[in-house]
């Protein structure tokens, strides 16, 4: 069985640092890439960063780029998103999720999901 879980969330201040967790179970993602998604209360899904699982290349929306950074870290299974330099609008639940190669900007068609973790930044 598949599992992707997120941790790292939480409540930080404006200006300040997190650090979200992904570990994968159940299969092996080498030709896979690993991406973050979040989505705020009343806003749709959107894209945030993802990573090529065998040769870590990335990629980011232009609202983070500069201030998260992806990686990945095959002998623990574990995707990473460091978001530092937060902001208020950052607030939202925090997905990781899976997908063959492919448009890595459409949630659609990622095949696996985790089940999110809150993040809220305070102005």
């Known amino acids: 069985q598949v599992q992707l879980v997120e941790s790292g969330g939480g409540l930080v201040q404006a200006g300040g640092s997190l650090r979200l967790s992904c570990v994968v179970s159940?299969?092996?993602?080498?030709?896979?890439?690993m991406g973050w998604f979040r989505q705020a209360p009343g806003k749709e899904r959107e894209f945030v960063a993802a990573?090529?699982?065998?040769?870590?290349?990335?990629y980011y929306a232009d609202s983070v780029k500069g201030r998260f950074t992806i990686s990945r870290d095959t002998a623990k299974n574990t995707v990473y998103l460091q978001m530092n330099s937060l902001k208020p609008e950052d607030t939202a639940v925090y997905y990781c999720?899976?997908?063959?190669?492919?448009?890595?900007?459409?949630?659609?068609?990622?095949?696996?999901w985790g089940q999110g973790t809150q993040v809220t930044v305070s102005s």
């Open positions: 999720a899976a997908r063959p190669p492919g448009p890595i900007r459409n949630g659609a068609a990622y095949d696996y």
């Open positions: 159940g299969r092996t993602f080498s030709t896979y890439f």
């Open positions: 990573v090529s699982w065998s040769a870590g290349s990335t």
